[in-house]
């Protein structure tokens, strides 16, 4: 492995986990404890993390340009992004025809959605496979991939899904977020992926974001949606008093019940 594939590595381990272990990356990457050193060395001086004694943590910029991947988002937060689930679906009407960007979130409204008489389209492989490799799929409609280049959180985006987003028209959408601040609004640290999901909310009358209450005080390296462009969103109970005080101010905000006190 390369030097900067393994530094990319180390930071995407540090973004999903927030601290890593020296003797753990070594152990994992088959090299030495020094080599790792060196590249926390090196990541540091790029203010990507903070050096603490036998590993590193996340700095406080860490991540604008990274996205993690999918399968590390996954197992955070399981419990609050399954209530945030349950909180979307009942939005969704029979007949409708719904987009749902990618996302571990809206992978979980997905699951809630299989044997709905709704027509889905989405950007994700994941909600793809979760919506067709199941006997109880989306009865009355048909589940439309938009193809494109896939990113580490499973997201298709590029001129193909951008082309096909262009030509769809739903009634709702529904999109997941890595960062949401009052002054940044809706971010992602891929520019491609930010793009995509501009289209995906134009490609809707009604946008709802799906984000669990992680994603506040996040800032990604690319803006895709301001809270005027966003009819609503769905967090868990997780989100303090504060936060809540700041977003109800700037968007429709829903308080899901279940997962952290």
């Known amino acids: 492995m390369l030097a900067a594939q393994r530094r990319r590595h180390i930071l995407a381990a540090v973004v999903a986990h927030g601290a890593v272990r020296v003797i753990d990356l070594a152990d994992e990457l088959g090299v030495s404890e020094m080599t790792i050193r060196r590249d926390l060395d090196v990541l540091e001086e790029a203010a990507e993390l903070t050096k603490v004694h036998g590993g590193a943590v996340r700095s406080a910029a860490a991540g604008r340009g990274l996205e993690p991947p999918s399968a590390h ?83 298709l985006v590029g001129p193909v899904a951008n082309a096909m987003l262009e030509r769809v028209r739903c009634d709702l959408a529904f999109l997941g977020t890595h960062g949401i601040d009052p002054t940044a609004g809706f971010t992602s640290p891929n520019i491609g992926e930010a793009e995509t999901n501009r289209r995906l909310i134009g490609a809707a009358r009604s946008t709802v974001m799906l984000a669990d209450h992680t994603k506040f005080g996040e800032i990604g390296a690319h803006l895709f949606a301001e809270f005027s462009a966003v009819d609503g969103m769905i967090t868990d109970a997780g989100l303090g008093p504060a936060a809540r005080e700041v977003l109800t101010d700037v968007i429709d905000l829903t308080v899901a019940e279940g997962g952290v006190p």
């Not at 996954?74 to 996302?103: H, N």
């Not at 571990?104 to 994700?124: D, F, H, K, Y």
């Not at 439309?144 to 997201?155: E, V």
């Open 73 to 155: 988002k996954a197992s955070r937060e399981a419990a609050e992004k399954r209530a945030i689930a349950a909180a979307a679906a009942p939005l969704v009407e029979d007949g409708m025809t719904v987009a749902v960007g990618a996302g571990t979130t809206t992978l979980e409204l997905a699951r809630m959605l299989r044997g709905r008489p709704i027509a889905v389209v989405t950007n994700s492989i994941s909600i793809f496979h979760v919506l067709t490799d199941s006997p109880e799929e989306p009865a009355g409609g048909a589940v439309q991939l938009t193809g494109g280049q896939r990113t580490p959180s499973d997201a």
